[in-house]
């Protein structure tokens, strides 16, 4: 079997089983869903890239690819997916075993083309929706973000404008000599069709973007969007927003500010729905506090009225959430472009706009991410909270959504579509990750679905070469063992991606890959146990998105590792001294410890806002940040000249004389032990003992490291033991000093009472887990 590394460096796909089981027995053995992370866009090395079509076959419309049987005497090639015989196209007669095309070079695997029969597309609309109650500091920091962002956009991008307070104003930037403004009641839900007829851009949604600047009469282009590449057009945007006025509406004391934050979004996405036609839109919320009126509040002006929590939706006493949410899902729809499968009363029906929705939360408070969080989530936009629009953490990571590629264009892709083939036997379940059913029927896809599903086509509005699909699939098996032979050696999957560029050409990403089944290679040496870590992560974060209990939950995991240790752990019955993991699964506990502890399936001290950007987060990224999210790692730092080196995440790994360096993806944590700390205050000649610059200068280059490559950027804390932001690091270490003997199961919702120890934890350690683990599986062993 190939290097599953190599592969994802490749291919940017990582499946939990890389053998596919051929029996029911064996389905029932892996105990969990069988699946795949994919990053359609993956970065790599070298990627093949062609200037033409892709050639597809006549039945299932795979691409031709390194696998297919080509007959270069007939000219004709034969679809690994589905097995049937196709023409080779008139300017392929020329190929030979020497003169292959690109798609049929084995190193093509994974190929992009660049499609010549689509035009180029018109430039991409971007509009700032900015909440004005706010401090002046605050306001003044993000206008300044924002005219430093202008440079980033790609060229030809087109800049819109829209604010709110108790009312949403949409700004005209064709006036110079007046900030001219429409304003709208921010209690009102307006269909698109009346948003636009009132700002005169009834027709504009149909009409070609070229073809709205030979007439300016059209309007939309020419008023409410300026192309930020042309002077006077940046000239006009950096004075509009420069004119920004913290909002001049009073309240009296005891209430919150009248913000209309639902509204103001549904302004912009009807603004973006009748901008021009085939617009592919990024709007951008900034938002300073809670929705407090109209449609999407989610509490009342009063501040006696508490902001919900997690204990009043489990009590369901949270009383706008259900409103707010739906309201906000409706405008998440409309943004992937499903609006005729839903017929929302509210969206345009003519408008072939699709758009993204990124939010940047700077405030302390909650802003209602949680009944938002749709809205990035279906769209493929970014959700970052912070405390200020001062912080670094919230200016990088907007600037961070303007990274450039190769040829010099953000990094953020639009109009995506991913397709999933597969040969015979192989049915597709679903996908969790931020993309949506476009509900198209096939002969491969599973009655049991999995997330997204019963679908093998899905909408990605917005994607990078960072976006992460977990994608689940069903194996139909055969009965019994003897019934073996009549199954398949190995089956056939194509992912197929295509979504526009920054640059307006239309591209295609094919991956086509082969995997043997347990008739070929035995199921326990295909186990991947990172991507089934964070396979699990994702099904639990589903779930909970779903409504189902966290004890609920628990429960599952835990059954699913007992069975998944009772069918491939080695150990004698009945003697838990005897259990032993191989090493392709002796991590996979550790993870799940890790997990059942973290953000994802713990609340406790987390805000119903913090939830949802966390599961966002990890419903996005790759395996390598994912594992960083359920299991940080430490890096202990000396001062006797050794080199950094990786510690168990432990409470015995603290040291009084070492730094450690913690990355739990969220958080970045220094942490000085309390004679390195002293050390470090003593401010001692440099000469003398280079050991303690060296140590510190070292973990703070780490740290930098770190957080310069990561999205969004994490809270950066430095703290000495015994401190109070010591925590940060407490709360993520295993507690083996509260190792003993007890009764009962640490799997399930067990706990085991504090002990006196460097780490206060209610939690069992791993230890502990590991230990009634092991009892579970030899005594559950028939």
């Not at 194996?475 to 295509?498: A, L």
């Not at 979504?499 to 043997?516: A, D, E, I, S």
């Amino acid at each position: 079997m190939a290097d599953i590394y190599e592969i994802e460096e490749i291919d940017g796909v990582r499946f939990n089983w890389n053998s596919f089981p051929v029996t029911k027995i064996e389905s029932e053995n892996i105990s969990m869903p069988l699946g795949c992370l994919y990053t359609p866009l993956n970065e790599r090395d070298y990627l093949p890239v062609a200037q033409y079509d892709p050639v597809l076959c006549r039945q299932c419309h795979a691409a031709l690819n390194p696998y297919a049987m080509i007959d270069l005497t007939a000219k004709v090639w034969s679809c690994p997916v589905c097995s049937s015989r196709n023409t080779l196209p008139i300017n392929y007669t020329e190929i030979s075993t020497e003169n292959l095309p690109l798609e049929l070079n084995p190193q093509s695997s994974t190929i992009e083309y660049i499609l010549s029969r689509a035009q180029p597309h018109p430039p991409p609309a971007y509009i700032y929706v900015v909440d004005l109650c706010q401090e002046q500091s605050e306001l003044d920091s993000m206008k300044e973000t924002l005219i430093a962002s202008l440079p980033l956009h790609p060229p030809g991008a087109l800049i819109g404008l829209v604010t709110f307070d108790s009312v949403v104003n949409v700004h005209d930037l064709s006036t110079r000599t007046c900030l001219k403004k429409y304003v709208f009641n921010g209690t009102k839900e307006y269909t698109s069709i009346e948003i636009q007829r009132q700002l005169g851009i009834e027709k504009s949604g149909t009409i070609p973007w070229a073809k709205q600047l030979q007439n300016p009469g059209y309007n939309a282009v020419t008023r409410f969007f300026l192309p930020v590449a042309e002077k006077d057009a940046e000239f006009q945007i950096v004075r509009a927003i420069e004119r920004l006025e913290v909002s001049k509406w009073t309240y009296p004391q005891g209430q919150r500010p009248t913000r209309v934050t639902g509204a103001a979004l549904s302004v912009a996405t009807s603004l973006a729905e009748g901008s021009y036609a085939d617009c592919a839109c990024k709007i951008t919320l900034f938002s300073a506090g809670p929705c407090t009126l109209g449609p999407g509040t989610i509490v009342g002006p009063e501040l006696k009225e508490p902001i919900r929590s997690h204990n009043d939706m489990d009590k369901g006493t949270a009383s706008h959430y259900k409103k707010s949410y739906q309201f906000y899902n409706r405008l998440a729809v409309k943004g992937s472009n499903n609006r005729k499968d839903l017929k929302d009363k509210f969206a345009d029906p003519s408008s072939s706009t699709t758009y993204s929705v990124d939010i940047f939360a700077g405030c302390y408070d909650q802003v209602g991410i949680y009944e938002m969080r749709s809205l990035a989530n279906l769209t493929g936009g970014v959700l970052v909270v912070t405390d200020s629009f001062q912080t670094s953490i919230l200016k990088n990571s907007f600037f961070a959504c303007f990274n450039k590629d190769e040829e010099g264009y953000p990094m953020t892709y639009s109009d995506g579509i991913l397709d999933v083939l597969t040969s015979n036997r192989l049915k597709v379940a679903g996908v969790i990750g931020h993309a949506v059913s476009m509900k198209q029927n096939g002969n491969n896809i599973s009655d049991t679905p999995i997330g997204e599903g019963l679908t093998n086509k899905w909408r990605l509005c917005s994607l990078t070469p960072k976006n992460t699909y977990a994608i689940f699939f069903d194996m139909m098996t055969v009965g019994t063992s003897d019934q073996r032979s009549s199954s398949v050696n190995e089956v056939c999957i194509q992912f197929t991606t295509t979504y526009r560029h920054t640059n307006g050409q239309m591209r295609t990403r094919v991956t086509t890959l082969k995997r043997g089944t347990s008739n070929t290679v035995p199921l326990a040496n295909s186990f991947d146990q990172e991507a089934a870590a964070v396979l699990y992560a994702r099904l639990i974060v589903n779930k909970i998105e779903n409504g189902n209990e966290y004890s609920d939950l628990l429960r599952w995991i835990d059954k699913s590792l007992v069975k998944l240790c009772t069918v491939f752990g080695d150990y004698s019955k009945n003697d838990a001294g005897t259990f032993r993991l191989s090493t392709k699964f002796s991590l996979l506990p550790q993870f799940i410890y890790h997990l059942r502890r973290s953000q994802f399936l713990q609340v406790f001290n987390c805000s119903p806002d913090e939830t949802a950007f966390y599961h966002h987060t990890i419903l996005r990224t790759d395996i390598r940040d994912s594992l960083v999210m359920i299991q940080p790692t430490l890096t202990q730092f000396s001062a006797d000249g050794s080199e950094p080196v990786p510690v168990l995440l432990d409470s015995a790994s603290l040291k009084q004389d070492c730094v450690l360096l913690l990355d739990a993806f969220f958080f970045i944590v220094i942490y000085y032990g309390s004679v390195a700390a002293a050390w470090r205050d003593a401010n001692y000649p440099r000469e003398e003992f280079p050991g303690v610059y060296a140590m510190i200068e070292k973990a703070q280059e780490e740290a930098a490291s770190l957080i310069s490559d990561r999205f969004p950027l994490p809270k950066y804390v430095t703290t000495d033991e015994g401190k109070s932001q010591a925590r940060f690091l407490y709360s993520k270490l295993n507690p083996s000093e509260n190792d003993t003997e007890t009764t009962g199961s640490a799997l399930a919702g067990y706990t085991a009472s504090a002990h006196e120890a460097i780490v206060q934890s209610d939690d069992v350690s791993l230890n502990t887990f590991f230990t009634h683990l092991s009892r579970l599986v030899v005594q559950n062993s028939s």
